[in-house]
């Protein structure tokens, strides 16, 4: 297959509808989206634990289910993760995270060894956390008005344990630019989202370990996805996440250049939060004054939200901020301090100020 090469300067145009979020992209733009949760053909012998909670924002109750137990329980769940490394092959061009090598271990291995997946202190504002890993520190945070009471309560992710690499050839569905359209790296993959996340679904119908008390996690390397064809249309996905029935997956690409959207594990960070207070399990996204609580998305339009760095086995990675549940209205006695970020806000959000 010949292979399609294309400079950035040529995706710096309008495009038309999106496939998936937004009436109108102007590409190249950084951003996440979520895919309407799908039902599912598999007998569902088991569940993602979750617990329900509402609360009032301007007269008006909003519902939401959450992944683990209840904070005023102080149980601690632990949800299994499968990472499952995407190769991508167009024409003589390989995205290979299995491959990659970033300082002197591949991005997979990088991604194992993670705040995501591996424990560290976090003193917010003075308020000792913890010693746990970045998603639950980000929930213990969240709900700190109970769990500061209630100590036990955790939400951590298990393993992570591979599984075999989906290799993938878009064809018509994929394209290479010739260098990261923000700003370094070499060549880019582009892959219709549309394409790759019924690839997606086949693999966890394949894998009867996949089950939905767990959280398969797709990687890939060096690429983005798009929302539709034209393939150079709606560019750039950095990662989402969506459910299959009652199995919940998500999908993020690493990418090993300081700086540029996706660095390292920054879209995993937004994408596992997101999971874990809108999970879609139920068949439908919480519903809040603002579109769906999803907790990462009100940061998108600020040029540095996924470039809050923690340190940890000698590589410096780059997380994401969060939003609390105040951003969506709930009272400031929910989170640490009153804050309405898990870093303190840096960015100035009102409630509601950047969509849901």
Request: aromatic share 12%; charged share 10%; hydrophobic share 35%.
């Amino acid at each position: 297959m010949k292979k399609i090469l294309v400079s950035v300067a040529a995706l710096a145009c309008s495009f038309g509808a999106s496939a998936v979020a937004q009436d109108q992209i102007v590409g190249p733009v950084p951003r996440y989206v979520t895919l309407p949760p799908k039902p599912s053909t598999k007998t569902e012998k088991v569940a993602l634990p979750t617990w329900n909670g509402s609360f009032t924002y301007l007269g008006t109750t909003y519902s939401y289910y959450m992944v683990g137990t209840a904070p005023s329980t102080g149980t601690s769940t632990t949800v299994k993760a499968f990472i499952i490394p995407v190769k991508i092959k167009i024409g003589s061009d390989t995205f290979d995270p299995i491959a990659t090598v970033d300082g002197d271990e591949n991005v997979v291995l990088q991604t194992v060894e993670s705040p995501i997946f591996q424990k560290q202190a976090y003193t917010l504002g003075g308020v000792n956390i913890g010693n746990t890993q970045y998603e639950d520190a980000f929930q213990r945070a969240n709900f700190w008005g109970t769990v500061k009471s209630h100590t036990g309560y955790h939400v951590l992710l298990g393993g992570p344990s591979p599984l075999p690499e989906l290799t993938l050839s878009p064809g018509s569905s994929g394209a290479v630019l010739s260098s990261n359209p923000f700003g370094g790296g070499g060549p880019t993959a582009l892959m219709d989202i549309n394409y790759f996340d019924p690839q997606a679904q086949a693999y966890i119908t394949a894998h009867s370990e996949i089950t939905p008390d767990s959280i398969p996690i797709f990687m890939t390397v060096n690429t983005y996805l798009t929302g539709g064809s034209p393939i150079l249309n709606n560019c750039c996905i950095g990662g989402y996440h969506s459910a299959l029935g009652g199995q919940a997956y998500s999908q993020f690409t690493f990418i090993p250049v300081p700086g540029d959207f996706s660095q390292d594990v920054s879209a995993l960070s937004h994408e596992l939060g997101e999971w874990m207070d809108d999970p879609g399990t139920t068949g439908a996204f919480n519903s809040v004054a603002c579109g769906i609580l999803e907790v990462g998305d009100p940061e998108e339009t600020f040029s540095n939200y996924g470039g809050f760095g923690y340190t940890l086995g000698g590589f410096n990675y780059n997380l994401q901020d969060l939003v609390f549940l105040e951003y969506f209205g709930a009272p400031n006695t929910t989170s640490v301090n009153g804050w309405m970020t898990f870093h303190d806000n840096p960015f100035g959000l009102s409630v509601c100020s950047n969509g849901g």
